[in-house]
């Protein structure tokens, strides 16, 4: 009797699905297509170059995601991995020769490893304390990077061996740069959107909510923010190589900066770390804006200034993200949406009349009457 | 069994839930001092006591959210004493929190299927959300009775379905002893009822019961073993008719 209520209430939000999924993947095929079509759109190989620095921004954002997002363990210091991720591929070419793409992945799987004790060290302590551990590594990372001349090439920076011939033209490599940086960001989200319907994902969500509260559920916390630690930091130290192929020249200073790991960080809030997709349009605001103060205003910090007020009104005002906050409107102008709010008060009556026949009955068959007597 | 050998004992039952000589202190204070206490399996075992007598920090050195500083957790014949919680868990014991802890920004059918009884890491990590995990949420989000909430946002429940979609969560593992602090604290009386009604039927269907509470009503109808703390160890403990009449537990409860 009281199923028939409850079923109409499941059959609404049922309805509300495929709708729901029709929209995203409307999205997904529209976000696709401009991807594939705007190498052809770019009016210059200057926007195209801006094109690839938003590219590469939005696999570094997406990777830094997997702990930020599912974990809610906020690293500030995630050039670690892409820097290192670099400099792995640029010195596997330039000392053991190998194709530039398999350096790329060795370089992603060696960070990995070396991700594994960081993340054993740094994964055990929370909230401040991790985001300070996560800092100092760039730091430490700076500094040897810059006094091991001999090998990294020091302060003086290293130039990177081109994958592709000098017959291929700065507007060309410029374009292969956008596809690959593309195909990269694919298998990232792909990878992400598996995690996020696995029984991992809703573990590692479980833990960003209350993690002793998932311990108690039985999961191994632990472990699991270790797994994703470590595939965030392959994903990042990828991103770190293929940007260090386009670039075609690596610095200490830019590789190991507190700077690009706040980039990620500020991305990520921006479009909302809930969402597979939040960090990618962070990484289209937050990159358009920086390219474009830097051409408006030269390589002033202004644009620094103007990042910094973009963080304060998105923590202020839109604390989840653009995405969600975009959805709340969504949601509200929608018509037919019933509030939660109002179901739990009307549930709330049927629940006090539901519960004395429940316990009825369970007292027929409970066992209390045994025991006591 | 007769309620009079149901004293507390050094000598664990075989497939009980004990402790021995287990202390904590939090700087000066005693919160847990030297309790040793045995709890009856297959039954409902209430712990009572003033407040701030050390019951949420004994529930805590139980399932190794919090060290102990000495003594020893037993359970089913294994010393259990400084394992982390989730090993705690995946032996069987299952809690629920005083003050009610839900995923809140998580769907009330995904905080069902935080908990993890078994498996690797890996394990988790390629297996979508099975539809056997999903169906059996959604049987212990019926017998709780907020199924049709399933979508909602924990966040968004009252208090009392909160504390439903807790237990519900905690059944999901499927543990064998279930340990509950104040299940009726800040809940209507008709929620009271029907959680002392799931506690009922779940405990006829096998399920060990280690519950905190102070509405006496629920407690003295519901269990059938009562452990009573005082500065945090137990001073009494017995059948509900017997706890009830002991001076020591009157002295505590009411200073005389
Ligand atoms: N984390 C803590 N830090 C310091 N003191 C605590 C902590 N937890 C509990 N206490 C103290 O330990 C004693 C027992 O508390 P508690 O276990 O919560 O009792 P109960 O659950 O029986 O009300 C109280 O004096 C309380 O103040
Ligand atoms: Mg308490």
């Known amino acids: 009797m009281r199923n028939d209520s409850s079923r109409t209430v499941v059959a609404s939000s049922a309805a509300g699905w495929p709708r729901a999924r029709v929209a995203k993947l409307t999205g997904l095929l529209a976000l696709v297509v401009f991807v594939v079509a705007f190498p052809r759109m770019a009016a210059d190989p200057f926007i195209l170059s801006v094109g690839v620095i938003i590219m590469s921004y939005a696999v570094l954002a997406t990777s830094w995601n997997f702990v930020g997002g599912f974990t809610g363990y906020i690293s500030l210091g995630h050039a670690s991995y892409s820097g290192l991720g670099g400099y792995a591929t640029v010195l596997l070419i330039l000392h053991t020769g190998v194709n530039p793409w398999l350096a790329m992945f060795l370089g992603g799987v060696i960070v990995a490893l070396l991700a594994i004790p960081i993340g054993i060290a740094s994964l055990r302590v929370r909230g401040a304390s991790f985001v300070i551990v996560s800092i100092a590594l760039v730091l430490i990372l700076l500094l040897v990077f810059q006094s091991w001349g001999s090998f990294t090439g020091g302060s003086n920076g290293l130039r990177v061996p081109r994958p592709f011939g000098d017959e291929v033209l700065r507007p060309e490599q410029h374009e292969r740069f956008f596809y690959l940086h593309a195909v990269l960001l694919a298998i990232a989200v792909l990878c992400w959107w598996l995690i996020d319907r696995s029984r991992f994902g809703t573990g590692l969500k479980a833990i960003r909510e209350d993690e002793d509260k998932a311990q108690s559920l039985g999961v191994p916390t632990f472990a699991y923010k270790l797994v994703v630690f470590v595939i965030s930091a392959f994903f990042t130290a990828l991103g770190g190589g293929m940007y260090a192929l386009w670039f075609g020249f690596l610095d200490p200073i830019f590789q190991f900066s507190i700077l690009t790991g706040s980039y990620m960080v500020l991305m990520s809030l921006l479009g909302g770390i809930r969402n597979v997709f939040g960090p990618i349009l962070g990484a289209v605001i937050v990159g358009y804006a920086m390219e474009f103060f830097k051409a408006q205003y030269g390589d002033t910090q202004i644009h620094l200034v103007a990042l910094g007020v973009l963080l304060g009104i998105v923590v202020l005002f839109m604390p989840d993200g653009i995405l969600p906050a975009l959805r709340g409107l969504v949601i509200r102008f929608r018509p037919q949406a019933t509030s939660i709010r109002e179901v739990t008060q009307e549930e709330l009556t049927r629940d006090a009349t539901g519960s004395r026949e429940e316990s009825a009955t369970d007292r027929g068959t409970g066992t209390k009457e045994e025991v006591s007597g | ?256």
């Open chain 2, 1 to 256: 069994m007769s309620d009079t050998e149901m004293q507390p004992r050094a000598e664990p039952l075989a497939g009980s839930l004990a402790t021995v000589g287990l202390s904590k202190s939090f700087g000066g204070v005693r919160a847990v001092d030297d309790a040793t206490v045995t709890f009856l399996p297959g039954k409902i075992n209430a712990v009572i006591g003033p407040n701030g007598s050390g019951k949420t920090t004994y529930f805590n050195c139980v399932t190794g959210m919090i060290k102990p500083d000495s003594g020893s957790v037993s359970y089913r014949g294994n010393d259990i004493t400084g394992r982390p919680p989730h090993r705690i868990a995946q032996a069987g014991i299952g809690r629920s929190f005083q003050l009610c802890r839900i995923f809140p920004r998580m769907t009330v059918l995904e905080n069902m299927l935080v908990s993890v009884r078994s498996g690797t890491v890996l394990g988790k990590l390629v297996s979508a959300r099975q539809r056997t995990d999903i169906d059996r949420a959604r049987e212990l989000l019926t017998r709780v009775g907020i199924d049709h909430l399933e979508h909602a946002e924990a966040r968004d429940l009252s208090y009392g379905q909160q504390k439903l979609l807790e237990l519900a969560g905690v059944l999901m593992a499927d543990p064998e002893t279930i340990m509950l602090d104040e299940p009726a604290g800040g809940v209507n009386p008709a929620l009271i009822d029907r959680i002392g009604g799931l506690v009922r039927t779940l405990n006829s269907e096998g399920k060990t019961f280690l519950i905190v509470e102070h509405n006496m009503d629920m407690i003295m109808s519901l269990s059938d073993h009562i452990v009573v703390f005082d500065r945090g160890s137990p001073i009494a403990a017995g059948a509900p008719e017997v706890v009830q009449d002991d001076p020591r537990v009157l002295e505590a409860y009411l200073g005389v």
